[in-house]
T-cell receptor
Framework: DAGVIQSPRHEVTEMGQEVTLRCKPI?????LFWYRQTMMRGLELLIY????????DSGMPEDRFSAKMPNASFSTLKIQPSEPRDSAVYFC??????????????FGDGTRLSIL | QQQVKQSPQSLIVQKGGISIINCAYE??????FPWYQQFPGKGPALLIA?????SEKKEGRFTISFNKSAKQFSLHIMDSQPGDSATYFC????????????FGTGTRLQVTL
């Protein structure tokens, strides 16, 4: 079974450009999470969805960041306009909720974003 | 209230030695404590997890020790191997938050020959 798939794996773009990161969760999973990882701040939860509905976006740093989940098999994280301080590795993770909860989160391999 | 503090930031252990990573939390509502392992260029992956109704959980060479009164938990890697070299994250979540995890800052482990 395929894991969480993220694209692109690497993105280099200039400041001010729009950046779109994509994620395909594991089929059947009903929770999807977006994280940002930097040396300074570690792993930060940006937003998470349940059944395609955003539940908690309190980690989204600014209005420049937005996330959507139009269906159960696809999500995007968009940054517009991008700034150098947005440079980081962005991870998507999915899990199956319900029951006793606390199912493991399955992470993709991330998108390494560099804003010049 | 939501913080999970992890130490050390980095750790060098000789092959065959014991690696110990510690975490402390503040929120007494946390009831699930997983450890994730991350290799370079990869996403974190669940290694082992514990709930506060037990004080220890062992899976192979990996053991979690949990001290509820002190609000601390630790990961022990016995007979550490070079293949264990990775970054380790502790995490915690609350009941009813459907897997929303609060992560520690990570420990970079290097196991030398």
């Amino acid at each position: 079974d395929a894991g969480v798939i993220q694209s692109p794996r690497h993105e280099v773009t200039e400041m001010g450009q729009e950046v779109t990161l994509r994620c395909k969760p594991i089929s059947g999973h009903d929770y999807l999470f977006w994280y940002r990882q930097t040396m300074m701040r570690g792993l930060e939860l940006l937003i998470y969805f349940n059944n395609n509905v955003p539940i908690d976006d309190s980690g989204m740093p600014e209005d420049r960041f937005s996330a959507k989940m139009p269906n159960a098999s696809f999500s995007t994280l968009k940054i517009q306009p991008s700034e150098p301080r947005d440079s980081a590795v962005y991870f998507c993770a999915s899990t199956l909720g319900g029951g006793l909860g606390n199912q493991p989160q399955h992470f993709g391999d991330g998108t390494r974003l560099s804003i010049l | 209230q939501q913080q999970v503090k992890q130490s050390p930031q980095s750790l060098i252990v000789q092959k065959g030695g014991i690696s110990i990573i510690n975490c402390a939390y503040e929120n007494t509502a946390f009831d699930y404590f997983p450890w994730y392992q991350q290799f370079p260029g990869k996403g974190p992956a669940l290694l082992i997890a514990i709930r506060p109704d037990v004080s220890e959980k062992k899976e192979g060479r990996f053991t979690i020790s949990f001290n509820k009164s002190a609000k601390q938990f630790s990961l022990h890697i016995m007979d550490s191997q070079p293949g264990d070299s990775a970054t380790y994250f502790c995490a915690a979540s609350r009941a009813g938050t459907a897997s929303k995890l609060t992560f520690g800052t990570g420990t970079r482990l290097q196991v030398t020959l």
